[in-house]
């Protein structure tokens, strides 16, 4: 099983970014799969997730209108789309596969947001 993160990088407030996560190994179109980050002195949290057939989609409040979830089954791939970055989107940004207790993880990209 893989999860391969990309995209991350420094961008200025008001910016943006497009994460991909590339899976291999595993049935991606039946797992749900999500964007967790973890920022420097916190707890991982969940920004957005999205079901295996993209029927359901949820996200942190503090995102909402500005992040996009989403997933490509014949590419294997999910996107997070990230719109108007402020500096406390800065963290490492974590890909997950979920499915029935099976949970697989990313190796984490990082995104800064500063000036």
């Known amino acids: 099983v893989q999860l391969v993160e990309s995209g991350g990088g420094l961008v200025q407030p008001g910016g943006s970014l497009r994460l991909s996560c590339a899976a291999s190994g595993f049935t991606f179109s039946s797992y749900r799969m999500s964007w967790y980050r973890q920022a420097p002195g916190k707890e991982r949290e969940l920004v957005a997730a999205i079901t295996s057939a993209g029927g359901s989609i949820n996200y942190v409040d503090s995102v909402k209108g500005r992040f996009t979830i989403s997933r490509d089954n014949v590419k294997t791939t999910v996107y997070l789309q990230m719109n108007s970055l402020k500096p406390e989107d800065t963290a490492v940004y974590y890909c997950?596969?979920?499915?029935?207790?099976?949970?697989?993880w990313g190796q984490g990209t990082q995104v800064t947001v500063s000036s």
């Open positions: 997950n596969a979920w499915r029935g207790g099976r949970s697989y």
